[in-house]
Structures are given as C-alpha cells and as structure tokens.
C-alpha cells in the first residue's frame, strides 16, 4: 500500500486548506485511515481518522474546525481544515491500517503564519 498526501502550503490564521491523500497498492482489509501531525520539536500527534463507511473521529483541538471524509470510489482520503491557527503548523500525515499494522504516507508541510 503506498499513500502519497498533498496539499499543504503556507496559509494565514483564519484561513482554509484542504489537504489529499491517494492510496494506491492492494487495499484490501483497509477499513480505517487517519491524519497525523508533527510539529516542530514536538512527537507525532493523532489528528483524525475516518472509517469506509465514514464514521470519523477528531483529536480535540480540531473537533469543530477540521472534516476527515473518504471517497471509495477514487481511494482518495481528504482533511479540509477550517479556520486553521499558527498551532496547526506542522507535517501532516496520512495512514492506513490493516489490522495491527499502519502504512504511512510522507508528509505534507501546513505553515499557519498568525
């Protein structure tokens, strides 16, 4: 399984991202994915996952402002991330199990300047 997440950038506090994950490889027995974080100096921290039916779950300092969702259809896995803060600076993530093991993405650098 190879997943490859896109889209960060440099935004300003109160602004809008929305970052992409393409899955591609065997996928079979995939149920839940999920987005994590790695600021700066800091270990890597959970951010949200979301199931093949689209049950989702949010670590608390994004509940509210951050949407995980799913598409299939095209294996794709998107975090849309609403009024970010220069607190949600860091490489995002994006993962995938199969029972006790986790593939990783590479990362994608989000810069919130305040």
């Known amino acids: 399984v190879q997943l490859q997440a896109s889209g960060g950038g440099l935004v300003q506090a109160g602004e809008s991202l929305r970052l992409s994950c393409a899955v591609s490889?065997?996928?079979?027995?995939?149920?839940?994915m999920g987005w994590y974080r790695q600021a700066p100096g800091k270990q890597r921290a959970f951010v949200a996952t979301v199931t093949s039916g689209g049950n989702t779950n949010y670590a608390d300092s994004v509940k509210g402002r951050f949407t995980a969702s799913r598409d299939n259809s095209k294996i794709a896995m998107y975090l849309q991330m609403n009024n970010l803060k220069s607190e949600d600076t860091a490489v995002y993530y994006c993962c995938a199990w199969r029972g006790q093991y986790v593939y990783w993405g590479q990362g994608t650098l989000v810069t919130v300047s305040s």
């Open positions: 490889g065997d996928i079979s027995s995939i149920n839940v």
